[in-house]
């Protein structure tokens, strides 16, 4: 086969600078998105501030009005950077769930672990029941993780049984949610009022409990998580082609698929558990970041953290804009926001199928 001419490969070198650049600019589209739309979860609430006071009080907060720095820093500023930072987490965990299971359905909520979570946080609530053991303050996340992380293992262990295919584990995982929410429904059934309140309230999903400290811990895990999927940016790349494909590449996929399996346990369960079950962000941002970007993961990876985070954080402002003085539990929104998108993909995989 005869080399391509100099003109030919000066064509296609320019055509690939000229996609990055593309993609590049896309992803600094998002960032500005994403800061327009933390401002603007800044803004709204009980008290309506202006933009340019808000983002005064947070470059300047010696400058403003004591009220405003108070609401702004001790109020409102850990609850919508929790919204930036859950929402990127649950879509990288999805994103990547949709990568090595090779399947667009793929999320913790569709697969369960958001369920798990939500029965492991119901058991503390209702009864007391400690699965780690921890300080009471934080009895019920770690109750939520225990579980998330429990059925997480679950899923990866059946996953290795000889002929299982990506949409058994799938539907592994839908079995899962009707158990988890089975055995929900029955701690409710035996829980007093008070504590079907605050069961109900926590399945719901609401950021209003975010502090420092908890704002932390997520942003920590996906400090740890993302270098190194950044790391395994082309190995996962590989893997979207099929499991013959990425080995021939050298890729040991037994191995990727368990690092990633782990690592997406952590980033879906530390959020679940500080925030309550919020389902659909782990399975519309990931899609969103593909239909925007690809499926090449140095550009999917952050795009899919972007996407996921202005998500939420939009999710946030429109949960508090539908009725003055009121804030709707995040997780209702994502979820109206969520099964259409759902829907949606699940027609166009009967189309494909046909």
Same mark, same amino acid.
């Given at each position: 086969?005869?080399?391509?001419?100099?003109?030919?490969?000066?064509?296609?070198?320019?055509?690939?600078?000229?996609?990055?650049?593309?993609?590049?600019?896309?992803?600094?589209?998002?960032?500005?998105?994403?800061?327009?739309?933390?401002?603007?979860?800044?803004?709204?609430?009980?008290?309506?501030?202006?933009?340019?006071?808000?983002?005064?009080?947070?470059?300047?907060?010696?400058?403003?009005?004591?009220?405003?720095?108070?609401?702004?820093?001790?109020?409102?500023?850990?609850?919508?950077?929790?919204?930036?930072?859950?929402?990127?987490?649950?879509?990288?965990?999805?994103?990547?769930?949709?990568?090595?299971?090779?399947?667009?359905?793929?999320?913790?909520?569709?697969?369960?672990?958001?369920?798990?979570?939500?029965?492991?946080?119901?058991?503390?609530?209702?009864?007391?029941?400690?699965?780690?053991?921890?300080?009471?303050?934080?009895?019920?996340?770690?109750?939520?993780?225990?579980?998330?992380?429990?059925?997480?293992?679950?899923?990866?262990?059946?996953?290795?049984?000889?002929?299982?295919?990506?949409?058994?584990?799938?539907?592994?995982?839908?079995?899962?949610?009707?158990?988890?929410?089975?055995?929900?429904?029955?701690?409710?059934?035996? @829980?007093?009022?008070?504590?079907?309140?605050?069961?109900?309230?926590?399945?719901?999903?609401?950021?209003?409990?975010?502090?420092?400290?908890?704002?932390?811990?997520?942003?920590?895990?996906?400090?740890?998580?993302?270098?190194?999927?950044?790391?395994?940016?082309?190995?996962?790349?590989?893997?979207?082609?099929?499991?013959?494909?990425?080995?021939?590449?050298?890729?040991?996929?037994?191995?990727?698929?368990?690092?990633?399996?782990?690592?997406?346990?952590?980033?879906?369960?530390?959020?679940? @558990?500080?925030?309550?079950?919020?389902?659909?962000?782990?399975?519309?941002?990931?899609?969103?970041?593909?239909?925007?970007?690809?499926?090449?993961?140095?550009?999917?990876?952050?795009?899919?953290?972007?996407?996921?985070?202005?998500?939420?954080?939009?999710?946030?402002?429109?949960?508090?804009?539908?009725?003055?003085?009121?804030?709707?539990?995040?997780?209702?929104?994502?979820?109206?926001?969520?099964?259409?998108?759902?829907?949606?993909?699940?027609?166009?995989?009967?189309?494909?199928?046909?």
């Amino acid at each position: 086969m005869s080399a391509l001419p100099l003109p030919a490969l000066a064509d296609k070198h320019s055509s690939y600078r000229r996609l990055i650049l593309r993609k590049q600019l896309l992803l600094v589209a998002l960032v500005a998105l994403l800061l327009f739309s933390l401002v603007l979860d800044l803004a709204i609430g009980p008290a309506n501030y202006g933009l340019g006071e808000v983002v005064q009080a947070l470059l300047a907060p010696d400058s403003v009005r004591l009220q405003a720095r108070v609401v702004m820093w001790d109020i409102r500023l850990p609850v919508a950077l929790m919204a930036i930072a859950v929402g990127a987490a649950l879509s990288v965990a999805g994103a990547q769930m949709q990568t090595i299971l090779n399947n667009p359905l793929a999320s913790p909520f569709t697969l369960g672990i958001s369920a798990a979570a939500s029965f492991g946080a119901a058991l503390g609530l209702a009864f007391g029941v400690k699965l780690l053991p921890v300080a009471v303050d934080y009895l019920v996340p770690a109750n939520a993780f225990a579980m998330a992380m429990l059925t997480a293992w679950l899923i990866h262990m059946l996953s290795l049984r000889r002929g299982v295919t990506a949409e058994t584990i799938v539907l592994l995982g839908i079995a899962l949610v009707f158990s988890f929410n089975a055995l929900l429904a029955l701690v409710q059934y035996f @829980a007093s009022e008070q504590a079907v309140a605050a069961v109900v309230f926590w399945t719901m999903g609401s950021l209003t409990k975010a502090t420092w400290p908890k704002l932390g811990l997520t942003c920590l895990v996906i400090a740890i998580t993302l270098p190194i999927f950044a790391r395994r940016a082309w190995a996962l790349t590989a893997l979207r082609l099929g499991d013959d494909k990425a080995a021939s590449f050298g890729v040991n996929v037994q191995r990727l698929r368990l690092e990633t399996m782990v690592l997406v346990s952590l980033l879906a369960a530390i959020p679940v @558990a500080f925030v309550g079950t919020i389902g659909f962000i782990g399975l519309v941002g990931p899609h969103i970041a593909r239909m925007l970007i690809g499926e090449d993961q140095r550009f999917f990876l952050p795009a899919s953290v972007l996407s996921g985070a202005l998500l939420l954080s939009l999710s946030s402002v429109v949960s508090k804009s539908l009725v003055d003085g009121a804030i709707f539990p995040i997780g209702v929104i994502t979820s109206l926001i969520g099964i259409p998108f759902f829907i949606a993909l699940i027609l166009g995989q009967t189309r494909r199928s046909w």
